[in-house]
């Protein structure tokens, strides 16, 4: 039988493999002046793949309340010597109220390496795997962390496909090699489209399926769920750098369960470190 959420997740798939297949098959101008190419690399859930230009970083603050719970990231990316290879690392915090819980507290932190497989060219997208290592640093007993290392990886693909849309493509796993004794695999594919309705306001439209693995009292639970996003950004070209503020409206869809609204905060900060020759 096809229910309300298996349509839900065929229709989605439909969105993230056009985010996928279609950047390989499209044609994209490259010049500079393109709406498309002035604000990049400021996406809410969909990873973009373009590393920080070499002596350029940027600082993102994410701010997140889906149902009763807040989240609040922050992230700081570098590039380490040249745009090939990116350094950076991310520590959450949250605010848990749903289901009972009353914790608040620094979550699990990560530390990711980024390489620049391909750059972006006319026919070709920007490709850019990501592997990141997984600190159990949040209070598992409180329900702000897993309680067990781990590692994840992603693989972003990206491409302008016309003066002003870019469409995105990920797909990646996460590995906790001891969660109360056991090993739990979780599996992500999303997508995006970002239409630049000028080279400082973009419109976005993100999409991410997810098949997550928990430990509940020593058994493997599993949950599939679908998240769809529409969202926009604006950005201010300043003499100091590229601030970016953006705002995004994530609806949650769960397999057996009520559908979860939320809300999304975005800032970030882009400037250099170090003077140009």
């Not at 699990?108 to 070709?124: A, C, H, I, K, P």
């Not at 695999?185 to 098949?211: P, T």
């Not at 996003?229 to 397999?255: H, K, M």
């Amino acid at each position: 039988m096809v229910t309300g959420f298996t349509c839900k997740m065929r229709a989605a798939f439909g969105v993230c493999a056009a985010a996928v297949l279609f950047p390989f098959a499209a044609f994209a101008d490259d010049d500079d002046k393109r709406s498309a190419k002035a604000l990049q690399d400021n996406s809410f859930l969909i990873e973009e793949a373009y590393n920080q230009e070499p002596g350029v970083v940027q600082h993102i603050l994410g701010l997140r309340r889906q149902g009763r719970d807040w989240d609040l990231m922050f992230t700081q990316e570098w590039p380490v010597f040249s745009q090939k290879h990116q350094f950076s690392y991310s520590i959450p915090w949250a605010r848990l109220r749903s289901d009972g819980q009353r914790a608040s507290g620094i979550g699990d932190v990560m530390f990711n390496y980024r390489y620049q497989l391909f750059e972006e060219t006319m026919s070709g997208p920007a490709v850019a795997p990501r592997f990141s290592l997984i600190v159990p640093s949040g209070d598992e007993t409180r329900g702000l962390g897993d309680g067990s290392r781990g590692f994840q990886f992603n693989l972003p693909v990206s491409k302008i496909v016309s003066d002003r849309v870019t469409l995105h493509g990920n797909a990646g796993f996460t590995h906790l090699f001891n969660v109360e004794g056991l090993k739990t695999d979780s599996y992500h594919f999303g997508g995006s489209a970002i239409y630049a309705a000028n080279r400082e306001l973009n419109f976005m439209f993100e999409v991410v399926h997810e098949w997550n693995e928990s430990v509940d009292t020593g058994a493997i639970v599993r949950e599939r769920s679908l998240t769809v996003s529409p969202g926009l950004r604006y950005a201010f070209n300043l003499d100091a750098g590229q601030l970016v503020l953006g705002a995004g409206a994530p609806i949650v869809f769960t397999e057996g369960q009520r559908t979860s609204y939320g809300a999304i905060l975005y800032l970030s900060f882009e400037h250099a470190f170090l003077r140009k020759k």
